[in-house]
């Protein structure tokens, strides 16, 4: 939307301004152009930031220390037209790419309102006061741990008294009167546990989150000030929790920026017979008005459709993965060379970030690399969703797994026997689904699972996707009781799991009390796919079994195996090979499986 861009440069803009290098005209906000109305329709966030430089502009250009009708911030935050709960409004906006502008901005004006302000409170009553005195929690202590600690610490858990306040708060909102800005940083600190830790309960103390700030605005209006004030004057680290729940929701969740639009993954789909006979001609239609994403999709498979092994031959399945950053990319060729192997090059899909493409472009048919800009797990079930609205059946493999023997008939094979439409890995020692594998039959059924999955996690990006996967197949659980609602369908895919035990299988990380969540157990000779789980070139050290080992270098750039060769497996070709899967083995399968939980934080 041009008023969403015009929104983020006026953003740095007055960033620029406020640094002080160079003085700009007065921004002057065009009402025809700006209207606030039509912005709570099409861009809400976007309204957010141009509330908050409406503010800045009156601060900084008018020099006005009272601010008159100024923004409140539960206002900015939780204003928008979609009927989100502030359990959902919150992390929406964090991830939102507007909330990035905030973050340069409110250094640069704290400071100014702070020298402003200060003219009408010399004696700085309002900031003494929000340092708060002890009491039931030892307040100043809390503070000052705070401005001790490196700024992605989290304290909350080893604070006297805080998880007790968190509890009596629940039950008694007039409890944030006893220190208001502290109570609020203590709620975030809460939140970014929630987030790394305990996703079931995210929702709830989001709604907390919301509440103290509904609170906190009419504490400010009782006392005659902005919400803003007790904000900027605070030295409670609120801005810096924020911007750092902002940071871990964006590195590590779904960033609230799609590349497709939306009615090119939602909608009825027209039915085609069986599923299985994609319509080339509806393919290049669409060319025209698909998205740049959509676009590059469509053409490569239409480039995989004319690659069939005869003419009249159903839809191949679309083997697709996805991949960025420069240390993955340059196993690319490695894993392209293996694909090739079992005759599937040409219908190797690899979504890739700009890095990423370069590399696959090289060594790869340069239509089935698909470029994005803003890669992350939830690209995953975009792409998916996308092929299987094609007519395409989908096998999806994380990067990070090496073919030990053509998958495909054994799996398809199944698949009309059982007249099952999704089939999904899981861990050998618990009950977590692990998406790292997906076979999908282009189905109403499939179709409709995944748009429940791109709508649940579009508005739940605090929550990982694995695990709204599985909740959405009844296996766990993505909300506590009384919190948001469950993700639900009329009617789920037949579905079944890919045997974790001996066939599609894992390589061992953690283990908790003895129990190994991965691994495999049985005949090397059975195992068809192995899924090294390495996709952050890292292990969290104090939960696993042995570190981190590069197990890139052991089964794709190892230059003792032939990956061309399918006749002479990888473990007899290299003896090391053979001691990594051994390694893996454990002697029988669990007898009992942990339930599912969280452990890489």
Request: proline share 6%.
């Amino acid at each position: 939307d041009p008023r969403a861009s015009e929104i983020l440069e006026a953003a740095r803009s007055m960033q620029h301004t406020l640094m002080g290098s160079a003085e700009i005209p007065q921004l002057y906000w065009k009402e025809a152009i700006y209207q606030d109305v039509v912005l709570m329709e099409e861009c809400p966030y976007a309204l957010s930031l141009l509330r908050f430089l409406r503010w800045c502009q009156k601060l900084v250009l008018e020099r006005s220390p009272e601010m008159t009708g100024s923004t409140e911030l539960f206002a900015v935050l939780f204003e928008n037209p979609f009927s989100l709960t502030p359990g959902e409004a919150l992390p929406s906006l964090v991830n939102s790419r507007f909330f990035e502008e905030f973050w340069p901005l409110i250094g640069l004006v704290s400071s100014r309102h702070a020298e402003a302000l200060s003219k009408l409170d010399p004696q700085q009553t309002l900031r003494q006061s929000l340092r708060c005195d002890p009491g039931e929690v030892d307040w100043p202590n809390y503070l000052a741990k705070l401005q001790e600690e490196p700024r992605g610490s989290l304290i909350w858990f080893d604070l006297p008294g805080v998880s007790d306040y968190e509890e009596q708060f629940g039950e008694n909102p007039g409890k944030m009167l006893d220190c208001p800005m502290g109570a609020m940083t203590s709620t975030l600190e809460k939140l970014l546990i929630m987030q790394e830790f305990y996703t079931e309960g995210y929702g709830l103390v989001a709604e907390e989150v919301a509440l103290l700030l509904d609170q906190l605005e009419q504490l400010a209006e009782r006392v005659g000030r902005s919400s803003l004030d007790f904000f900027f004057l605070s030295e409670w680290p609120f801005w810096d929790k924020l911007a750092h729940l902002h940071e871990r929701a964006t590195k590590r969740r779904l960033r609230y920026d799609l590349e497709f639009h939306p009615w090119e993954l939602l909608g009825e789909v027209p039915d085609r017979p069986g599923r299985r006979r994609p319509s080339i001609a509806a393919l290049r239609w669409q060319l025209p008005s698909s998205s740049p994403l959509q676009r590059q999709i469509l053409l490569a498979l239409e480039e995989l459709w004319d690659h069939r092994d005869r003419d009249g031959a159903p839809a191949p399945p679309v083997l697709c993965t996805l991949l960025w950053g420069q240390r993955l990319a340059k196993y690319l060729r490695f894993q392209v060379q293996r694909l090739e192997a079992f005759g599937y090059g040409h219908q190797y899909l690899v979504l890739c970030d700009a890095v990423a493409c370069n590399e696959c472009r090289r060594v790869h048919w340069k239509s089935l690399c698909v470029e994005m800009r803003q890669p992350s797990l939830f690209s995953k079930h975009t792409m998916i969703t996308s092929i299987l609205r094609q007519g395409f059946d989908v096998f999806y493999l994380d990067f990070d797994t090496v073919l030990l023997q053509d998958p495909l008939p054994s799996l398809k094979s199944r698949m009309d026997l059982a007249e099952t439409q999704l089939l999904v890995s899981r861990d050998f020692g618990t009950e977590c689904l692990n998406t790292g594998v997906i076979f999908a039959k282009s189905h109403p059924l499939t179709v409709a699972f995944w748009e429940r999955l791109l709508l649940w996690l579009w508005h739940h990006p605090f929550e990982f996707t694995q695990k709204a996967f599985a909740a959405l197949l009844g296996v766990e659980r993505v909300a506590l009781h009384g919190s948001l609602a469950e993700p639900q369908l009329p009617q789920l895919p037949h579905w079944g799991l890919l045997d974790p035990q001996n066939a599609f299988v894992t390589s061992k990380v953690y283990s908790s009390n003895g129990v190994h969540f991965e691994g495999w157990t049985g005949d090397l000779e059975e195992i068809v796919v192995f899924h090294f789980l390495d996709g952050s070139g890292s292990v969290e050290q104090n939960n696993s079994i042995r570190g981190y080992k590069d197990l890139f270098e052991v089964f794709l750039s190892n230059p003792k195996v032939n990956l061309s060769d399918t006749r002479i497996p990888l473990y007899d070709q290299d003896p090391v090979v053979r001691s990594e899967l051994l390694w893996s083995r454990h002697d029988a399968a669990p007898q009992e499986l942990l339930k599912c939980r969280l452990v890489n934080m």
